[in-house]
Nanobody, 119 residues
Framework: QVQFAESGGGLVQPGGSLRLSCAAS????????MGWYRQAPGKQRELVAK???????NYANSVKGRFAISRDNTKTTVYLQMNSLKPEDTAVYYC?????????????WGQGTQVTVSS
């Protein structure tokens, strides 16, 4: 069973920055397009950024220009650099491999990492 491990969240003031990391078992990160998702209280989980094996990226309009997804050269970790954070970015952030904007390849999600943006 694939396991995802997200880290790097925390409490940050509006305008601040955080860098999230995602590790996965089974060589997943070397095989699939990867995405970062978030779920705010009372809302559905949404895809906010994705990166292909070739390094092409795509972002949700709500984070475009503020977030940057990347993967290291060995494709063992995927990152999400989050700048100019807003209170509405508060959510639990997860990684997975998107099959489409509304579906993922792997049903098992990690614990996620909590991001709280508040003064």
């Amino acid at each position: 069973q694939v396991q995802f491990a997200e880290s790097g969240g925390g409490l940050v003031q509006p305008g601040g920055s955080l860098r999230l990391s995602c590790a996965a078992s089974g060589g997943i990160l070397r095989t699939y397009t990867m995405g970062w998702y978030r779920q705010a209280p009372g809302k559905q989980r949404e895809l906010v950024a994705k990166i292909t094996l070739g390094g092409f990226t795509n972002y949700a309009n709500s984070v475009k220009g503020r977030f940057a997804i990347s993967r290291d050269n060995t494709k063992t970790t995927v990152y999400l650099q989050m700048n100019s954070l807003k209170p509405e970015d508060t959510a639990v952030y997860y990684c997975n491999a998107p099959r489409s904007n509304d579906d993922v390849f792997f049903r098992s999600w990690g614990q996620g990492t909590q991001v709280t943006v508040s003064s």
